[in-house]
């Protein structure tokens, strides 16, 4: 059974860039039909997705987010990696990385996901 751990700082300062890593146990990133997401829950709103990778390594990102946004991979480690940058503390949410069968979707098989404050 697949299962996804978010790595990364909890605190980032205002116009930086955020940088996290999910690990995947279990199945590998290169196998379809899969979407490698990430989607973030800021306090007290609903699930916001942010981007994906796709098995073939093709990214999708938020119309909203994708000027700041970028997604990669690093297939020896089977892990794949978020960057937000320019952040503000509207970026501050719960981050979470899943596993999803189209772009844009925000229901799969997710990590527990972390928290990233953005202060000062």
């Known amino acids: 059974q697949v299962q996804l751990q978010e790595s990364g700082p909890g605190l980032v300062k205002p116009s930086q860039t955020l940088s996290l890593a999910c690990t995947v146990f279990g199945g590998s990133i290169t196998t379809n039909p899969y979407y490698w997401t990430w989607i973030r829950q800021p306090p007290g709103k609903g699930l916001e997705w942010v981007g994906a990778i796709a098995a073939s390594g093709s990214t999708y990102y938020s119309p909203s987010l994708k000027s700041r946004t970028s997604i990669s991979r690093d297939t020896s480690k089977n892990q794949f990696t978020l960057q937000l940058s320019s952040v503000t503390p509207e970026d501050t949410a719960v981050y979470y990385c899943?596993?999803?069968?189209?772009?844009?979707?925000?229901?799969?098989?997710r990590g527990q996901g972390t928290q990233v404050t953005v202060s000062s």
């Open positions: 899943a596993r999803v069968l189209t772009p844009g979707s925000t229901q799969g098989r």
